[in-house]
Structures are given as C-alpha cells and as structure tokens.
C-alpha cells in the first residue's frame, strides 16, 4: 500500500458480511501504516443491514447460502468489529478539516 496520512475503504471489503470475513479484515486494517483508517460498507456487507437480513432469513434464498444460515445473534453486531478503524454508517467523521460522511445504502 502507498504512503498515506488517511485510509478510505469504501465498500465491498468481504465477500457476504460473514463475522469471519469481518475479522479477517480488521486484522488486516491493523497492519495498515495509516494514521486515520475509515470505512464504509458496500452491497456484498449483507450482514450490515439488518433489515434486509431478517428478510434473508425468511427465505431460502439460494443466492446466498452462507449467510442465509447465520442466526441473528451471530451478526447483530457484526460493525462492532471493526476495532482498527472508524466505521461510518448513515454518519461523519470529521479529519484533520474535512468532513467525511459515510452511507452503504
């Protein structure tokens, strides 16, 4: 990764929201040598939205197996671990003067 003083990922930083592939991310967000790391969900962080996952759930939406069979518990919180990072949802963060709003939807 290049040198930078700020780190912006915005979206698509796994593959389904899975809590594992959550994880797997914030390690690697911790290895990063930027001051400031901020992200942002995308449309494969289904686990993110819990509205569209108590649908998911419903049904046996075969487009996605994997997360279709998590329980609720397993993700509810899933944001909070992302502990190498701000995570901005339907929120800003303002750095070092510019103010940064994050929305996945």
């Known amino acids: 990764m290049p040198y930078g003083d700020v780190f912006i990922h915005a979206g698509d930083f796994t593959e389904l929201g899975l809590p594992s592939e959550v994880k797997k ?20 962080e289904l686990t993110f939205d819990q509205e569209f996952m108590a649908d998911l759930i419903k049904q ?37 003067g ?4 994050g929305s996945p939807w």
């Open 60 to 96: 046996d939406f075969y487009y996605f197996p994997s997360a279709s069979k998590l329980k609720p518990e397993n993700y509810e919180n899933v944001q909070s671990l992302l502990t190498n990072c701000i995570y901005l949802q339907d929120s800003e963060v303002t750095v070092r």
């Open 98 to 101: 510019f103010r940064i709003y």
């Open 25 to 44: 991310f914030n390690d690697w967000l911790g290895t990063l040598p930027y001051d400031i790391k901020i992200v942002i969900a995308g449309n494969h």
